[in-house]
């Protein structure tokens, strides 16, 4: 197991080894995933976060309650 400590910033190092298994380079992006108390950090391409920002503005409009109801049986 590896650690890290919280700047006062709210900053992270990743430890050399983490860097070096995902692959992960000065610059480079990362996204994490939240699952409850458990966060999932990946690295990803730069492409797929100007995708998820135009994809997310055009999911909005599928978030009604009645969208959920006439899609959770699907």
Same mark, same amino acid.
């Given at each position: 197991?590896?650690?890290?400590?919280?700047?006062?910033?709210?900053?992270?190092?990743?430890?050399?080894?983490?860097?070096? *298994?995902?692959?992960?380079? +000065?610059?480079? %992006?990362?996204?994490? !995933?939240?699952?409850?108390?458990?966060?999932?950090?990946?690295?990803?391409?730069?492409?797929? *976060?100007a995708?998820?920002? +135009?994809?997310? %503005?055009?999911?909005? !409009?599928?978030?009604?309650?009645?969208?959920?109801d006439?899609?959770?049986?699907?």
């Amino acid at each position: 197991m590896l650690a890290s400590r919280v700047s006062s910033k709210g900053q992270v190092t990743l430890p050399k080894k983490v860097r070096e *298994i995902m692959g992960v380079k +000065a610059g480079d %992006s990362v996204i994490y !995933e939240i699952e409850g108390d458990v966060v999932k950090l990946r690295r990803t391409e730069p492409i797929d *976060i100007a995708f998820h920002s +135009a994809l997310s %503005s055009t999911l909005d !409009e599928w978030t009604t309650k009645e969208d959920d109801d006439a899609f959770r049986d699907l």
